[in-house]
């Protein structure tokens, strides 16, 4: 009898707070259809169980080996990391909290203004420059962005900085002459410093819905992406792209954007994302 | 049009052809497809539910039952009501009787305030107004100077001021410059804030109980997802926005939020950003829109 409970109409209300959350259609689809295999093989009884199913479903998308998710360094020499991504998603304050947490672990770390586009981008880099207490390099507005990366680790090599951060301007996946442009920039520096750039962030707003594995896969293909940062979870959303992110492309997430001040930085935790999707405290990764 | 969807209604129907005339119980096959479609393309759960609702009291009608071309009348009812839905007709800003017009922009954090505020600067001077921008953004680093290249570019005077970090005040000194130099429209710039952010939401209640604004326009960014629905009704709750600016439009995005925040703020969308570009501003067509969300 207790069985019954778990009719379509269950299933499919689980579901829909998979959708509400942003995992898709597809992959929220595919969740609840094994999730329905292991309550028949398992015979869970009660809806925490099932709950709990399928939060171990979800867990088992992204893995168990926890170092995925941690930011690789170079063995000697500077680390170079790039920010990537459409516009407004929160590469330049990412950059700046994380920067402020390097610092703080004793790193010499130097910014690097790669966003000569956008009115007021430099100004903005080098108030986070200031505030964390990190060097910047910068140009004027209109400079070739590779030209200030391939300064900035130049620099970085010269003058024994452990980590370079660059910042890039916003693009949006579909224009064809913005994504050269980004290529160019990791070849650059690839060629400047061999096995730089180690880490290519896509800065994903974690607002943003289904157009999100889209970004994910144009910018994995132009700029060999390593990792995400998904900011902004702070308020309701979810970021319930991310799942499907991982799932189709196995790309890990690496950062977790909690504010828009230096310490709202957290790493990713597999566990704490999950139960944030279903609405466990304020969708927050504690 | 809508090759996608009405590819997979046909295929919905053809497993019910055969078995005769369609009932309703096909037609609620048929509106699966088209709940998925709404679904992918980030339209709200809930906003997706009521929707339905509307299409399936119309299908299940002669319409659909007697057509011929069943999946072709689905969508085409599925069209119409999301044109319906969006508003039929153009709406203009909202002119103030005595000028200066004062429009807020107003939304969270990236979506597109600073620069959708120079954009309609730059809008308003070429159909010849006076406009006038102001820098309330007091928090994000580099926003007052963001503001300030964009409306030197645009040719636009900007009021700002760099020593005073009340957002408040300097709307309010900013909407006096423009009455005393007799401009006849006023953008002011707000921060990004997320809608759970109390003291910050109670800053823009004040902003708007001081100055009265004509238009509060929120920006929408046209990637957003799920939670667009519940960050318009927490904006529209506390301000009672005026209008809409959708942004972010040049990129590949369905856009289905715009359907959300539409049913549950019924602020009409005004304009259209899709590039970054100064004249990057359009106006609203909800019939492309439609076409937009249902993946033509
Ligand atoms: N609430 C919240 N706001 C954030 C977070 N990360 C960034 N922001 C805000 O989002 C807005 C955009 O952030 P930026 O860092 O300028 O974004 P960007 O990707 O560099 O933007 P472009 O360079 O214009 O493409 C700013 O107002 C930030 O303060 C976050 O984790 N939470
Ligand atoms: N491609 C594209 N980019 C846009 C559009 N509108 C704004 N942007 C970009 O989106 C990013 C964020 O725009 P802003 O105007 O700074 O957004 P905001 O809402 O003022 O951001 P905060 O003040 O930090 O909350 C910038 O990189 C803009 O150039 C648009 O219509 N298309
Ligand atoms: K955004
Ligand atoms: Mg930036
Ligand atoms: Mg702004």
Request: glycine share 10%; hydrophobic share 45%; aromatic share 6%.
């Amino acid at each position: 009898r207790r069985r019954a409970a778990f009719d379509d109409d269950f299933f499919l209300e689980l579901e829909e707070i998979l959708i509400a959350a942003d995992v898709g259609v597809k992959t929220s689809a595919w969740l609840v259809e094994s999730l329905r295999a292991d309550v028949r093989k398992k015979g869970l009884t009660t809806p925490e169980e099932v709950r709990e199913a399928l939060a171990a479903r979800i867990l088992e998308v992204f893995g168990d080996d926890e170092s995925r998710f941690r930011l690789t360094f170079a063995p000697e020499g500077p680390t170079v990391i790039l920010f990537v991504g459409v516009n407004g998603t929160g590469k330049t304050t990412t950059l700046g909290k994380l920067a402020y947490r390097l610092k703080g672990e004793g790193k010499r770390v130097l910014l690097a203004a790669g966003d000569t586009f956008r009115a007021g981008a430099i100004d903005q880099l080098r108030l986070w420059g200031e505030r964390v207490g990190a060097d910047v390099v910068a140009r004027e507005e209109g400079a070739d962005p590779a030209a200030v990366l391939y300064e900035a680790v130049d620099r970085a090599q010269r003058e024994g900085y452990d980590v370079v951060l660059g910042d890039t301007a916003g693009r949006l996946h579909a224009k064809q002459h913005l994504m050269n442009e980004l290529r160019k920039i990791v070849r650059v520096v690839g060629q400047k410093l061999p096995g730089a750039p180690h880490e290519v962030l896509l800065v994903l707003d974690g607002t943003t819905g289904q157009n999100g594995l889209r970004q994910a896969e144009v910018f994995l293909e132009a700029a060999r992406v390593t990792g995400i940062a998904v900011t902004k979870l702070d308020g309701t959303a979810r970021g319930g792209v991310v799942v499907t992110i991982q799932k189709e492309l196995d790309i890990p997430v690496k950062l977790v954007g909690v504010g828009e001040g230096r310490e709202d930085l957290l790493d990713f935790s597999p566990a704490a994302f999950v139960a944030g999707l279903f609405g466990e405290g304020e969708g927050r990764t504690p | 049009m809508f090759e996608a969807l009405t590819e997979r209604l046909e295929r919905a129907f053809s497993r019910l052809r055969g078995r005769g005339k369609l009932r309703e119980r096909d037609v609620d096959e048929a509106l699966r497809e088209v709940r998925l479609a709404l679904l992918e393309a980030d339209v709200s759960v809930e906003v997706v539910r009521d929707f339905l609702a509307r299409i399936r009291e119309r299908a299940v009608g002669q319409e659909v039952l007697e057509s011929l071309t069943p999946a072709q009348q689905v969508v085409k009812i599925v069209y119409e009501e999301l044109v319906r839905l969006m508003g039929e007709a153009r709406e203009d800003v909202r002119w103030a009787k005595s000028p200066p017009t004062v429009v807020f922009l107003v939304g969270l954090q990236g979506t597109g305030k600073t620069t959708t505020a120079a954009k309609l600067a730059y809008h308003f001077l070429r159909e010849g107004r006076s406009p006038l921008l102001v820098g309330a953004d007091v928090y994000r680093p580099a926003a007052r100077e963001q503001l300030e290249t964009l409306g030197a570019k645009a040719g636009v005077p900007v009021y700002t001021r760099h020593d005073v970090d009340d957002a408040v005040r300097i709307a309010r000194e900013g909407v006096a410059r423009a009455r005393e130099e007799g401009r006849d429209v006023v953008l002011v710039d707000t921060a990004g804030r997320l809608h759970v952010d109390e003291e910050l939401m109670a800053e823009l209640e004040r902003m708007k109980a001081e100055l009265a604004p004509h238009e509060i326009l929120f920006t929408l960014d046209a990637m957003a997802g799920q939670d667009a629905v519940r960050v318009a009704r927490e904006f529209h709750g506390r301000l009672a926005l005026t209008g809409v600016v959708v942004t972010k439009l040049d990129g590949d995005s369905r856009g289905g939020a715009v359907l959300s925040v539409r049913a549950v703020t019924g602020a009409p969308v005004k304009f259209v950003a899709v590039g970054e570009k100064l004249e990057d501003l359009e106006p609203f067509y909800p019939d492309r829109m439609a076409q937009r969300i249902l993946g033509m």
